[in-house]
Nanobody, 117 residues
């Protein structure tokens, strides 16, 4: 099983980034996919979640209206489109696959997002 995130980087406040997470080794289309983030000294935060078929979405209040989760099941990929990035958004962003608690999910290695002028 492998989840590989990409798309992180440095962006100015107000800018946009699109993160990707490509999965292999399991039946992607059957799994709930989530994006988490964690910054140094802060608790891990669930950012967004999407059901296997894409019909159910959930977002943290801190990102509603700015971030959009989507998935492409034939490509085994989930995305996180981030717009209007703020100074409080920098973190390592992780994607996970699974329906249970985080400890029971598959995790990627994370991708760093930095917001700075």
């Amino acid at each position: 099983v492998q989840l590989v995130e990409s798309g992180g980087g440095l962006v100015q406040p107000g800018g946009s980034l699109r993160l990707s997470c490509t999965a292999s080794g399991f039946t992607f289309r059957n799994y709930l996919m989530r994006w988490y983030r964690q910054a140094p000294g802060r608790e891990r935060e669930l950012v967004a979640a999407m059901s296997p078929g894409g019909g159910l979405l959930d977002y943290a209040d801190s990102v509603k209206g700015r971030f959009t989760i989507s998935r492409d099941n034939p490509r085994n990929t989930v995305y996180l489109q981030m717009t209007s990035l703020k100074p409080e958004d920098p973190s390592v962003y992780f994607c996970t696959a699974g329906h249970g608690p985080p400890s029971q999910n598959y995790w990627g290695q994370g991708t760093q997002v930095t917001v700075s002028s």
